[in-house]
């Protein structure tokens, strides 16, 4: 008996060219869509399946988390999903083009609470100014927080790269939460912030 091809979703960050080609890596050529910190994939899962026409790359450090990803994204065999296990912060540094992106999701990322831990914040000034780069001009970055604190904290970093809007209520897309973490706090009546923040034209790369 012949056994079906096993779909293997995942790049291993030392496999990439430099800078990456990801028409290479998807086998075409089409608008790409990257979530930062996925967890369990349920958004950009849907997103895929969704939206064949664009491609979409997961990116999760977490090892219980990205496995769990992995293995959901090879039992659909979404030929339009690729999910990758690294700290996001170096591999868009290093590896991602310029105007490569037409789009970054970034739900709940860790918000650090604790003085000796802001270092670890993911909006630092210089991945603003990556995130900047690597997105096309009509780019956005879609954002969503339940921690007050960091609103207030990576707002102006934010501004200063990008025009930035505040989404209020929830996604039209996906009106009970777009993650596992959203629809937990919309359950639980969590404040949410959400923001989506879009290439301001003047800014050159």
Not at 50 to 58: D, T
Not at 144 to 162: E, G, N, Q
Not at 180 to 203: D, L, Q, T
Request: some cysteine.
């Amino acid at each position: 008996m012949v056994k079906p091809d096993v779909f293997d979703p995942e790049i291993l960050p030392g496999a990439l060219d430099v800078p990456a080609n990801w028409g290479k890596v998807f086998g075409r050529n089409a608008p790409l869509e990257v979530e930062i910190g996925s967890g369990g994939g349920r958004y950009l899962m849907a997103c895929a399946e969704a939206r064949p026409e664009s491609n979409f790359l997961a990116i999760e450090t977490d090892g219980e988390y990205f496995y769990l990803l992995k293995e959901r994204a090879a039992k659909r065999r979404l030929s339009n999903l690729r999910v990758c296990r690294n700290d996001a912060t170096d591999l868009v540094a290093s590896v991602f083009p310029d105007a490569c992106v037409d789009c970054f999701h970034i739900y709940f990322p860790d918000p650090w609470p604790k003085k000796r831990h802001l270092k670890r914040r993911i909006f630092t000034a210089a991945f603003c100014s990556q995130l900047r780069r690597t997105l096309k001009p009509r780019g956005v970055l879609y954002l969503a927080t339940d921690y007050r604190d960091y609103v207030l904290k990576i707002l102006p970093v934010l501004a200063a790269k990008f025009e930035v809007d505040e989404h209020v209520g929830t996604w039209e897309d996906a009106p009970k939460g777009r993650t596992n973490f959203e629809i937990k706090y919309i359950k639980e009546g969590r404040p949410i912030w959400r923001y989506v923040a879009r290439c301001k034209n003047s800014e050159s790369l």
